[in-house]
Every structure is written in structure tokens, then in C-alpha cells.
């Protein structure tokens, strides 16, 4: 059930022309129809309820995109869903870091160190294999 108050918003935008355009010679003379959704009707007075449209009415050439199945009309603009999302991801990305920062204990026990950087020439780091560094393998 959709709200009245989304049918009333929702009403496309007729924007009228002055200069009337030649017909286009692609069409070989099939009416170019207005590209409008049929998501913008009103869901009562057709024919075919679920389609929105009477038996019998010329199919718009993009009645693909323009039918019911096609995709769905936005409910917001897309800019403001874009902001409203990016507030959502920096509210979920500040309270991770919260979480992080505050939240996590300390480490219980000190970290082990080990004598002569770390064991480095014991456990073959690179200064003691210096041939490794310089091989392209």
C-alpha cells in the first residue's frame, strides 16, 4: 500500500515545448510517446491494474524501462541518498574507531623481548644473510 502523500509528490514534471520537433525518421512514423514510468501513474482506472496501462495502448519503445518491472523510481533524490549514506558510514566508521581506542582492555601481560635486535642474526634476519637482499629472487 503505497502513502497518498508519496502518489501526490510523485507526479512527473510536464515540461512544455515551445518549438515543436521534427518527427524522427528512425520511428517510420510510430508515435513517439512521452518517457515516463509507469510507476508515476495513479495504481487505479486500467485495465490491466498490474501493468497500468488499458488493453489496446501503443507500447512505448522503451516499455522495458517504462513498465512496472522496469526499474523502480527513487524515493529521495540520489544526492541526498548519497549523503545520508555517507553520514551512516561515518557514524558506523567513528563508533569502530571509538570502540577501538576506549573500549579495547589492555594487553594483560608485557610483550617478550629478545636481546641482540630481536634474535635477528640468531633467527637469520637480513643482516645476517645480506646476500638475500641483494639477489632478485
Not at 541518498?81 to 569502530?96: D, E, K, M, N, S
Request: glycine share 6%; aromatic share 10%.
Amino acid at each position: 500500500m503505497i502513502p497518498l502523500a508519496l502518489v501526490r509528490r510523485a507526479r512527473p514534471l510536464l515540461v512544455r515545448q515551445y518549438a515543436t520537433q521534427p518527427p524522427n525518421p528512425q520511428y517510420n512514423g510510430y508515435p513517439e510517446l512521452p518517457d515516463v514510468s509507469h510507476q508515476y501513474r495513479a495504481p487505479l482506472g486500467w485495465q490491466d491494474r498490474l501493468l497500468r496501462r488499458n488493453f489496446g495502448d501503443t507500447v512505448h519503445h522503451y516499455e522495458e524501462v517504462n513498465s512496472m518491472w522496469g526499474p523502480d523510481i527513487p524515493v529521495i533524490p540520489p544526492k541526498q541518498a548519497l549523503r545520508q549514506f555517507l553520514i551512516a558510514a561515518g557514524c558506523f566508521v567513528t563508533a569502530g574507531l571509538f570502540m577501538r581506542a576506549f573500549l579495547v582492555p589492555e594487553r594483560p601481560a608485557i610483550p617478550r623481548e629478545y636481546p641482540f635486535n630481536g634474535l635477528e642474526v640468531e633467527l637469520g634476519g637480513h643482516r645476517a644473510n645480506p646476500e638475500a637482499e641483494n639477489s632478485d629472487e
